[in-house]
């Protein structure tokens, strides 16, 4: 099955830093990537995604990337606020699943 | 738009007792989902269904059970409840189409002693 690691566990940063967040994926097939934001006491949501006939997506401060051939895929934030504080989630489908593999999140701290 | 609904927020069991997570959702999706969050563990996979009369298991489905008689309705049962069992439950949905995203409900915490 899938196989998907994240990386770092935890981030912390000042308010106006970039964070990074890193996922690898196992299976060569998967084309959909999704991030989600959780925030303390909510679900999942999704804030962005990619899919493989793209190499870059951006919307407002966030960006994702992927790059196939290393099968890895990267949450991009600049200029972080306070509320971006949450736990993010990389997921990664394997190829024509309906089951999201999630990778084991991402707590990042903004600090004022 | 109410989305996935989890009942209820909160919930404290003695060990042995038995309890229905509910979960229902009002966007016709065929995928529904249960998930288990436990501290730096992430989201794992307890059960899921991919449209009514039909459900599978996940990665953790030991202890629990499933039934999905209806498109919008996907509990989730807790027959003889163990610490084991203390978790942030989440019940997920998406829509047929296999490259779209997951829709969470608000979470149940549920807390076994």
Not at chain 2, 25 to 37: F, I, L, T, V
């Amino acid at each position: 099955g899938e196989n998907v690691e994240q990386h770092p566990s935890t981030l912390s940063v000042q308010e106006g830093d970039s964070a990074v967040i890193k996922c690898t994926y196992s299976d060569s097939a998967s084309n959909y990537f999704p991030w989600y934001k959780q925030e303390l006491g909510k679900g999942p949501q999704l804030i962005i995604d990619i899919r493989s006939n793209v190499g870059e997506k951006k919307d407002q401060r966030i960006a994702v990337t992927l790059n196939k051939t290393a099968k890895h895929f990267s949450l991009h934030i600049t200029e972080t606020q306070p509320e971006d504080s949450a736990v993010y989630f990389c997921a990664a489908p394997p190829g024509g699943s309906y089951i999201p593999t999630f990778g084991r999140g991402t707590s990042l701290i903004v600090h004022p | 738009n109410a989305g996935v609904t989890q009942t209820p927020k909160f919930r404290i069991l003695k060990i042995g007792q038995s309890m229905t997570l509910q979960c229902t959702q009002d966007m016709n999706h065929n995928y529904m989902y249960w998930y288990r969050q436990d501290p730096g563990m992430g989201l794992k996979l307890i059960y899921y269904s991919v449209g009514a009369g039909i459900t599978d298991k996940g990665e953790v489905p030991n202890g629990y059970n499933v039934s999905r008689s209806t498109t919008e309705d996907f509990p989730l049962r807790l027959e003889l409840a163990a610490p084991s069992q203390t978790s942030v439950y989440f019940c997920a949905s998406r829509e047929f189409t296999v490259n779209t995203e997951a829709f969470f409900g608000q979470g149940t915490r549920l807390t076994v002693v």
